[in-house]
């Protein structure tokens, strides 16, 4: 069981996120919570912080033109959105994100959408080179209000074992 808080002193209390390296077992699955909307400025903002100058993501009209009918949620955002939805069950107290392999991106995602995430956890091993820490690999899916999957990812991340992470070690964090 994860808990949620530290004490700190004498009836005084920290709330924490995150797993330890130690807290992972293979086949758990967080589902994450809450939920989030996507609203079409979350879209254009995005769009136009990564410079992504596709008219399908922001021309009302051209993407009335298309399969779709409408403006389609940039994938990038969709993706940034799942893992920023996992950091609090996953990669909280994570050291360094390693990599991402196998994106899929398997259905469209419009504005008004609901998405919401889970992750399941694949692998993990003790570093070779960094005693304690472990790298844990999950596969994170997104799924609309429908159910509908819309994308899926594996991740893998270098993470602290219990009482080598920074908020352990360091006193005000």
Not at 2 to 31: A, C, H, L, M, S
Not at 46 to 62: K, R
Request: charged share 25%; hydrophobic share 30%.
């Amino acid at each position: 069981m994860v808990q949620n808080w530290k004490e700190i002193g004498p009836q005084r209390y920290r709330e924490t996120f995150g797993r330890y390296y130690d807290d992972f077992v293979i086949g758990d699955v967080y589902e994450h919570r809450p939920g989030k909307t996507v609203l079409e400025s979350d879209n254009h903002l995005f769009t136009l912080l990564t410079l992504n100058t596709h008219p399908l993501h922001f021309d009302a009209e051209f993407g009335k033109g298309t399969e779709f009918k409408q403006n389609l949620v940039v994938s990038s955002y969709t993706l940034s959105l799942l893992i920023g939805m996992s950091v609090s069950d996953v990669s909280q107290k994570t050291i360094a994100n390693l990599g991402m392999d196998e994106v899929k991106f398997t259905a469209p995602v419009f504005a008004g959408d609901t998405l919401y995430g889970e992750s399941e956890v694949l692998e993990k091993r003790e570093s070779k080179s960094r005693p304690g820490q472990g790298i844990v690999t999950v596969r994170t899916t997104g799924k609309n209000q429908r159910g509908k999957t819309v994308c899926s990812f594996k991740r893998s991340m270098l993470i602290p074992a219990r009482g080598q992470a920074v908020e352990d070690t360091v006193g005000h964090y």
